[in-house]
DNA sequence: AAAAAATGTGACAATGTTGTCATATATAGT
DNA sequence: ACTATATATGACAACATTGTCACATTTTTT
């Protein structure tokens, strides 16, 4: 966590700081960014840094920190009312709010992307737990499901949710590059439509 | 490429240096490696490093080298009688194959893997247009499927092929810890055969 | 307005890595 | 045996990055 001077920091300082934080993870690898590189950038002192943050992770889980919680936001009402939906329904609902968040907060979603693609200490202690525990939610949705009727009984519930995990974590990032926001919103969506497609009917023929 | 100082080496030295980089490079991200570390397990000085290798990305291009041609080995049955299946039946003998060279050369598929995952330069020089040049392939040979009848006309057919090389493409490479060699080959050709149902048939009933 | 507390600052030591080069040693050619 | 060529070696310069610390400046308290 920031020191309480960071965190009482003058907004316009303390936005420049989280501004060349967020640049810097964002276009590089977590063990590639340099605290150099970020207080240049912000213009403040190295002796300010340590002032403010213990180290380099340290201001890194303060940024995932943010992240999530803008993402937790965007995904608060698709999250709160999920009873009614089922499985798969609720797979697109988090999809396309994942798109938007994407569209909305791209560095964001790089940074995370970073993450999940560079499978270090960090990544242990951040992601591994939520993955598996993702998976569990998903899980439970879908066997709730078969109960139902409404999936094949003789599906292995464990693939599935891991499919769905690695097919819906895997935001296209390439796509993320501004200028066309709403060509690659339509673009995005189209591609989940046809994945879930596949996934619910499956691709051979009579 | 080495030098042919390098290659002319007794063999023992260079089995030596090779494993020692294989060592290093299946432990760790490309940018994390180090000569440094290299050259002390290798038990080599400095600068014969430098006599036998450009840099270290020469001696992981080298290593990246030798890789390939040992799969491609393991590949080489399957692709040169691939004429007479149908594109699923290929993924699977592909998957098949894949999941045999990962039990019997573990270090070389984490490095792949790495490099899979490590989305930098050298990725570029080595894996984008590679990963693109598969997606046609599959792509091709899905529209072959679709005239032949037996794939539904109205599936995507690059969603589908981008879903197969992304499912594909991640052995798990968590059950590649040595010792109950025989249960994990099961345990993935059971995982496997788990996907292609759901790709076949999909999960929806009725 | 003086003292105390908080914050800002940048030079610097400590550390570590890379690639080079002068020199030593071994091998091959005549 | 002598020379030329190839190979081996490790000290070292060059460079880069991190975290610290003594001192400066600002803000708050009394």
Do not use: C
Request: net charge negative.
């Amino acid at each position: 966590m920031p020191t309480s001077t960071f965190l009482n920091l003058e907004i316009e300082k303390k936005a420049r700081i989280i501004k060349a934080a967020i640049d810097e993870f964002s276009e590089k690898q977590y063990e590639q960014v340099q605290i150099s590189d970020i207080i240049k950038h912000a213009k403040i002192p190295r002796g300010s840094f340590y002032q403010y943050f213990t180290d380099k992770e340290d201001l890194y889980l303060y940024l995932i920190d943010i992240i999530r919680n803008e993402k937790m936001k965007f995904l608060q009402d698709t999250l709160s009312n999920y009873e009614g939906l089922n499985f798969l329904d609720l797979v697109r609902k988090l999809y396309d709010d994942g798109v938007k968040f994407a569209l909305k907060f791209p560095q964001y979603v790089k940074i995370l992307d970073h993450l999940l693609k560079n499978k270090n200490e960090i990544y242990d202690k951040l992601m591994s737990d939520n993955i598996k525990i993702a998976e569990d939610i998903y899980a439970n949705l879908i066997d709730k499901d078969k109960t139902k009727g409404l999936i094949k009984e003789d599906i292995d519930t464990r693939t599935f949710a891991k499919i769905i995990v690695q097919l819906t974590t895997n935001i296209a990032v390439e796509e993320l590059d501004m200028n066309y926001q709403d060509e690659s919103y339509q673009k995005m969506l189209e591609r989940n439509n046809q994945v879930l497609k596949i996934i619910e009917q499956g691709v051979l023929k009579g």
